[in-house]
């Protein structure tokens, strides 16, 4: 039974005739301009992410704007300086000769903070630091939207103008990363704006727990230290000056805090949320050795040559989540894991020191919603 | 954001039934045709299969469920220092941890902010692996 009589010179009717035409015509088309055609296909998909992406960073402009009329109370309409401030950027220092990359990214991030601030004070001259510090989050994760709109944007017109198959490719195939990454910053900006905890607010949390009715006084810009004890060893724990959102410098801060005490610390041990694998669950602890810090890698830096310094064993304790859970509002499961590293970190400290020794424990995260 | 799919329009549920009577009216032809081996018929027969296979795909598609958009709320866990008495609300603008927000109901003592934290309501699917 052949399947295209017609083809073989046996008796056919038109309708048979008129369907393998089209079947040849299909085969032709797909021949000659399959590549065209699955490349229209992939531009309809990255178009409609670019719909997504404008609506995301649009807004992300509107609830900065009315977050800073709200709380700055500006006298003149913020939007085009807000325009402005999302159109900022940052050019890390040249790499080729690496030899002390690490103080010239440092010196460019306290300059783009103090600028940053700076701008964001003449926006919204009437808000107190730590709405300041809430507002420059605010719009650090617009101007993020911002960005990721404008990249998407530029290579998709830049592949359909060259008509670059390859340029239009590899934009559809990163398109699920670029758009969680959206997502998690359009969470971020409900956060940024109410002022609620986030997942990266993990380690401050622990910090907050155990000092708890203590003192506290200001260390280094934006970073406090207090005093407790826990199981007869004397404890210093470090934390971003909360509730504003803030990060601080927590290598600096370490730093100082060790050149400053006269007894040797037996541990430093850092809490901070780390990336969780695909499959694991939000919340779990896990414990490992080494700087347990995110970042460019500056603050991470200081921490490892001031430890090796001293010769101070540096252990992390870790709680699990997402990229997404890191930057929206701290979930339950964050906040469980926040208890359960408590617990470890207390096992840690009897397991690794004597009662009478010193311990220094440094929360590290955004402390969003978090104070001391 | 979260989770969320496009709703499945009426015209694919129509270009799907459309596509069904077709392939039936397919196969009809050619399974009952009086001339049973007629060339035609046997393309006839071949498209009609290919239009099952469509079809197979199509309702698979369709009967995927749409998940549905997770719930979230925030909420503001308040605990009193004095004896623990533990009290939960949605969460207002101007919340941190530890504020003190007045007295304990329970004992007059001050009445803190334990907790802010986002609570989802569907249930995640577990990974058997």
């Avoid at chain 1, 008796?11 to 085969?27: M, P, R, Y």
């Avoid at chain 1, 669950?281 to 896990?286: E, H, K, L, P």
Wanted: aromatic share 8%; with cysteine; net charge neutral.
């Amino acid at each position: 039974m052949a399947i295209f009589p017609g083809l073989f010179g046996e008796e056919t009717s038109i309708f048979s005739w008129i369907i393998q035409i089209v079947f040849l015509a299909v085969i032709l088309a797909y021949f000659f301009y399959g590549q065209r055609i699955q490349m229209a296909m992939w531009s309809r998909d990255i178009e409609r992410s670019l719909y997504k992406l404008k609506f995301m960073k649009d807004k992300a402009r509107e609830t900065s704007i009315k977050t800073v009329k709200e709380l700055g109370k500006p006298p003149v309409d913020p939007s085009p300086r807000i325009d402005q401030f999302l159109e900022r950027f940052f050019i890390e220092p040249v790499s080729m000769d690496p030899s002390g990359i690490v103080w010239k990214f440092d010196h460019l991030l306290d300059v783009r903070d103090l600028s940053m601030k700076d701008e964001v004070r003449r926006i919204a001259p009437e808000a107190d630091d730590s709405t300041l510090n809430n507002l420059e989050n605010l719009l650090e994760a617009a101007m993020d939207l911002n960005l990721i709109y404008r990249t998407v944007k530029h290579y998709y017109l830049f592949g359909k103008r060259t008509k670059s198959y390859i340029i239009i490719a590899q934009l559809h195939m990163l398109l699920p990363i670029i758009m969680e990454s959206a997502v998690a910053y359009e969470g971020a900006i409900q956060a940024f704006s109410t002022g609620q905890p986030i997942g990266d607010g993990a380690g401050p949390l622990l910090a907050n727990k155990l000092l708890r009715g203590k003192e506290f006084k200001k260390i280094e810009k934006d970073m406090v230290v207090g005093e407790t004890e826990i199981e007869g060893r004397k404890v210093y724990v470090l934390k971003a000056e909360g509730p504003g959102g803030n990060v601080g410098k927590p290598g600096d801060a370490l730093t100082i805090l060790l050149n400053s005490l006269n007894q040797r610390p037996s541990l430093v041990i850092m809490v901070d949320a780390a990336l969780k694998f695909e499959g694991e669950n939000t919340g779990d602890v896990a414990e490992g050795i080494g700087a347990a810090i995110g970042g460019v890698g500056t603050e991470r830096f200081k921490i490892e040559e001031v430890a090796y310094k001293y010769k101070i064993p540096l252990f992390a304790v870790v709680i699990k989540e997402s990229l997404k859970e890191a930057i929206a509002p701290m979930k339950k499961e964050i906040y469980e894991g926040v208890e359960k590293a408590i617990e470890r970190v207390k096992r840690i400290i009897r397991e690794n020191t004597k009662e009478g020794e010193t311990v220094i424990i440094a929360g590290i995260g955004n402390t969003i919603g978090i104070a001391q | 954001m979260e989770e969320k799919k496009e709703a499945r329009s009426p015209m694919d549920l129509l270009l799907l039934i459309l596509l069904i009577i077709f392939v039936f009216m397919l196969l009809g032809r050619s399974l009952f045709s009086n001339a049973q081996m007629q060339p035609e018929n046997s393309t006839m027969m071949f498209l009609g299969f290919l239009g099952i296979l469509l079809i197979v795909f199509a309702l698979l598609r369709l009967l995927t469920r749409v998940p549905t958009p997770t719930q979230k709320i925030t909420l503001t866990v308040l605990q009193c220092t004095k004896c623990a008495f533990k009290s939960i609300r949605n969460f207002q603008v101007g919340d941190y941890i530890p504020k003190i927000v007045g007295n304990c109901p329970s004992c007059g003592g001050p009445f803190q902010i334990e907790a802010i934290y986002v609570e989802e309501k569907t249930q995640k699917r577990k990974i058997p692996f």
